[in-house]
């Protein structure tokens, strides 16, 4: 072939080459043509679907670029009203299905896309935190068109069909006041910017409507309508303090440590509430499993329900339990034989008193064999002594009466006995379940939890923090403490020194009260005015200073009687107030004998009782009555203390370690009021 014929057959290749590049183009051309038409019709029609939110106060912004992108990556919507901030991305797939933490399109692996939306969202719940925004109330939202898929999460996004998306944005009830969602609104506007030039235009001419065009059928009936504002007003919220943290308090939820870190302030400053939200943000953040425990056995099932109601979506992820319960059920697990019986304890330690206690040196320093009970309790055995010399040189923080080297080694030979007679009956106290546990994970380690947060940690032993101590190390923000030492009404005490924890420069202050009315705090810290106490940093200190108290109302009344009959037809009355409903109202009582006598009084009056050791945290019809230990953690609208010991007000014995404890038990259930308190005292 000649030359001449060689080009025309060149030329003829290259025509073929771009005839086919064009063909090419064109389907490229046409599909994405489909694909834009599709999404545009699709997120139209969500956002018309979400349009019925607008009568719930939601405020939208539709096709907004990703903060910081410097592509033109688009949010299809995000709306913010009173259940938070959601950002929404439309999805027009045919073939989902979601195992595990992973979704699929079809066969295809598609949890990329949503692993990008949850960075999105990270990186707004950090913008909007500043604002005094919870973490909780920003949410990442995959809208599946056409679908009517029950909400499922992926990680920290929410896979919700279209026909349910509206209703599981207004079950979150109404979290936000207008005045906050107007200020994240007007925080959004600012953080999602608009787009810079809108969409290429594409010629949709060049294919058929991939879309068939159909009688344009309405969004919602009627009924619909009906069911998606009743889920907002059925939304009942956990309490106002719950939903919207202030600022600083926004701010603590996301803040990371180092190491062990503590969270301390006095009083209805929100330490329990920045806790159950930093508890699900960590569940939100990171894979392991998250622990939240308490001493007060009952408090962990009360934020088991909090939780539940305020990020349902993280709480499968974080276990709620007693540390008592905690470690008999970590022992169980690996199958160590416990026989712990409280009841036969008690009766093991009434008769190693009567044998070397009630005749021997100790019962003429104290008589109350109680008093020597809670030296082994805390002190010994709740250190882990192994030896009388470590207990013969030992600091006994919190410990007020002094004891010389023979009145120790007389404890001692008491805490020998009771060990003793305690194996003789083939038992153990709760004590000793605390020890074994903390043996058995030195032992062998547990690897399930990256963070622990522990509520009252003031109340703990040295060996229960300890225990907890091990599941998590020192790692970064593995374990959280949270208390007031103000508030510890248990004997005995330690330092974190002797636990092998350093908090040095992860401890944080809070010094607002959101709870209690300036006129409550003020009548309750009279009552502990003056008293000095061990805290678990090392130091002897006071109460941490309140810098603002946000609310007033009415002064507590302190009403004292000559007669019984006297106090409790005032109590009746106070209970029967028209003011509040009975579910708003507290009444609580020193001893459990005090509980049972209280709900007596109710009944023979036709007033229903709820115990506080059966409360979880969800709405009951009654007056809640317990002890003043069991309600650490609560509050109520109104609280009723009755039958209070006049010395218990009048008498102030500040080097009286008993007569000290007595009293802040007293401040304790005061300032579980949030409104009203009233104190009756008997003479």
């Known amino acids: 072939m000649g030359q001449a014929g060689q080009s025309a057959g060149l030329e003829s290749k290259r025509l073929k080459q771009t005839a086919d590049e064009h063909d090419r183009l064109a389907a490229e051309a046409r599909e994405a043509a489909g694909r834009w038409s599709i999404a545009s019709h699709t997120e139209k029609r969500v956002a ?3 349009s019925i939110l607008d009568a719930a106060g939601y405020h939208f912004l539709h096709d907004r670029g990703w903060p910081g992108a410097r592509s033109r990556a688009q949010i299809d919507h995000v709306l913010v009203g009173p259940g938070g901030l959601f950002i929404v991305d439309t999805k027009a797939w045919a073939e989902v299905s979601i195992h595990g933490d992973r979704i ?6 598609v949890t990329d896309e949503s692993l990008n939306l949850a960075d999105l969202g990270y990186g707004t719940e950090a913008a909007m935190v500043e604002l005094g925004l919870s973490p909780l109330e920003v949410q990442v939202l995959i809208v599946l068109a056409g679908r009517s898929d029950l909400p499922t999460r992926v990680g920290t996004v929410t896979v919700v069909g279209e026909h349910r998306a509206a209703s599981y944005i207004s079950s979150r009830g109404h979290r936000l006041s207008e005045v906050e969602v107007d200020a994240v609104f007007a925080a959004a506007v600012i953080h999602f910017p608009v787009l810079n030039a809108s969409p290429r235009r594409i010629d949709a001419t060049v294919v058929a409507p991939p879309i068939p065009e159909t009688e344009t059928e309405p969004f919602f009936s009627v009924e619909e309508v009906t069911q998606i504002l009743l889920d907002g007003m059925e939304a009942e919220p956990i309490e106002s303090w719950m939903a919207f943290l202030h600022p600083a308090q926004a701010r603590l939820v996301r803040r990371s440590f180092s190491g062990p870190s503590r969270i301390r302030g006095a009083a209805g400053t929100g330490k329990t509430v920045v806790g159950l939200h930093r508890a ?8 392991q499993r998250v622990l939240v425990t308490s001493f007060v056995k009952t408090l962990p099932a009360v934020l088991s329900s909090l939780l539940q109601r305020l990020a349902p979506e993280v709480a499968d992820r974080v276990d709620f339990v007693g540390v008592h319960a905690f470690a008999k059920r970590l022992l169980a697990e690996r199958g160590v034989s416990v026989e712990l019986n409280a009841m036969s304890a008690r009766f093991a330690f009434s008769t190693v008193w009567r044998q070397h206690g009630a005749t021997g040196r100790l019962y003429d320093i104290d008589r109350n064999h109680r008093y020597w009970k809670d030296e082994i309790s805390s002190v010994i055995k709740g250190r882990g002594l192994a030896s009388f010399d470590e207990y013969a040189n030992l600091t006994r923080t919190g410990r007020k009466r002094p004891l010389t080297l023979e009145q120790r080694r007389a404890v001692w030979e008491l805490y020998v006995a009771y060990q003793s007679e305690l194996r003789s009956r083939g038992i153990c106290d709760f004590d000793d379940v605390i020890l074994m546990a903390e043996a058995s994970l030195r032992e062998h380690p547990l690897d399930l939890y990256g963070a622990v947060v522990i509520d009252e940690a003031q109340d703990l032993s040295c060996a229960m923090m300890r225990m907890l101590h091990l599941l998590v190390g020192d790692a970064r923000d593995g374990l959280t403490l949270i208390g007031d030492g103000q508030q510890s009404i248990y004997p005995g005490g330690f330092t974190l020194a002797e ?3 350093s908090i040095a420069g992860r401890g944080v202050v809070m010094n607002t009260n959101y709870r209690n009315t300036r006129e409550i705090v003020d009548f309750a810290s009279r009552q502990v005015a003056g008293d000095l106490f061990s805290d678990i940093e090392g130091e002897t200190a006071g109460a941490d200073a309140v810098g603002e108290i946000a609310r007033t109302g009415a002064a507590p009344q302190l009403m004292r009687f000559k007669s019984r009959a006297d106090h409790d037809d005032q109590l009746l009355a106070q209970v029967r107030d028209a003011r509040f409903a009975l579910s708003d109202i507290g009444i609580l009582s020193a001893t459990l004998s005090g509980v049972a006598e209280t709900k007596r009084f109710l009944a023979r009056n036709g007033i229903r009782s709820v ?9 009951v019809e009654g007056v809640k009555v317990g002890t003043i230990k069991r ?8 609280v009723l203390l009755p039958r209070v010991t006049a010395t218990w007000i009048d008498d102030v014995r500040l080097d009286d370690e008993t007569h000290t404890l007595h009293r802040r038990e007293l401040y304790v259930a005061m300032t579980r009021a949030r409104d009203e308190l009233w104190v009756g005292v008997c003479a």
């Open 611 to 619: 115990d506080l050791e059966d409360y979880r945290g969800v709405p």
């Open 499 to 501: 636990a092998g924890i």
């Open 48 to 50: 018309g679907k979400l």
């Open 104 to 109: 699929f399109r079809g066969q295809a692996d």
């Open 280 to 287: 699900a943000y960590l569940a939100r953040s990171q894979p």
């Open 631 to 638: 309600s650490k953690g609560l509050e109520f609208k109104k």
